[in-house]
């Protein structure tokens, strides 16, 4: 089973917040608010597209890529475990 059906709730959660988060900048400028706080929306919008980002490009490491089962102290399940935190730190 592919990792996104696996987790398709909790994906489907955080694009629903996601949503939300854009749906606040809507309103945010269409009640004319201070850019201070649209800029703070539009950043905290941004963090989670990341955050959902690093969730599915993880997955697909460790699932399509290098299955963690199948010799998960191999020098390749190593490889994959470091691009991984390298993915999460750039996305932050």
């Given at each position: 089973?592919?990792h996104?059906?696996?987790?398709?709730?909790?994906?489907?959660?955080?694009?629903?917040?996601?949503?939300?988060?854009?749906?606040?900048?809507e309103?945010?400028?269409?009640?004319?608010?201070?850019?201070?706080?649209?800029?703070?929306?539009?950043?905290a919008?941004?963090?989670?597209?990341?955050?959902?980002?690093?969730?599915?490009?993880?997955?697909h490491?460790?699932?399509?890529?290098?299955?963690?089962?199948?010799?998960?102290?191999?020098?390749?399940?190593?490889?994959?475990?470091?691009?991984?935190?390298?993915?999460?730190?750039?996305?932050?």
């Amino acid at each position: 089973m592919a990792h996104t059906i696996r987790d398709k709730k909790k994906l489907i959660d955080r694009v629903r917040r996601i949503r939300g988060q854009v749906d606040g900048i809507e309103k945010a400028l269409v009640e004319e608010h201070d850019c201070t706080k649209i800029l703070q929306t539009i950043a905290a919008c941004r963090g989670a597209i990341n955050g959902l980002m690093a969730e599915v490009m993880e997955g697909h490491v460790r699932f399509h890529v290098v299955n963690p089962d199948h010799r998960p102290g191999s020098g390749q399940a190593k490889a994959a475990q470091e691009l991984i935190d390298v993915i999460k730190s750039y996305l932050r």
